[in-house]
Nanobody
Framework: QVRLVESGGELVHPGGSLTLSCAAS????????MSWYRQASGKRREMVAS???????NYRDSVKGRFTISRDNAKNTLVLQMNNLSPEDTAVYYC?????????WGQGTQVTVSS
């Protein structure tokens, strides 16, 4: 079972930027399309951005132009660069496979956007 560890979340002011990282414990990471997800308090988890093994990316409409997903297969790492953050981006952010049976969910990393 692959272990996922997310990091980089913190409190940031509106308009600020953050970079989130997800470290996978297995080289299997490179074999799968990957996504960042987020779950705001009281809401369902939602997909934020995805990246295929080919490098092709996809974003939910609300983050297009602000977030950038990337991956480093040599380091088994998934990255989410987030710019121009708004309070609506406040959530716990997770990474996992983009489709098929999910790996065990990590603890996530809390992003809070507030003035």
């Amino acid at each position: 079972q692959v272990r996922l560890v997310e990091s980089g979340g913190e409190l940031v002011h509106p308009g600020g930027s953050l970079t989130l990282s997800c470290a996978a414990s297995s080289d299997d990471f490179r074999l799968y399309d990957m996504s960042w997800y987020r779950q705001a308090s009281g809401k369902r988890r939602e997909m934020v951005a995805s990246i295929r093994t080919s490098g092709a990316t996809n974003y939910r409409d609300s983050v297009k132009g602000r977030f950038t997903i990337s991956r480093d297969n040599a380091k088994n790492t998934l990255v989410l660069q987030m710019n121009n953050l708004s309070p609506e981006d406040t959530a716990v952010y997770y990474c996992n496979k983009a489709g098929g049976p999910a790996w065990s969910w990590g603890q996530g990393t809390q992003v809070t956007v507030s003035s």
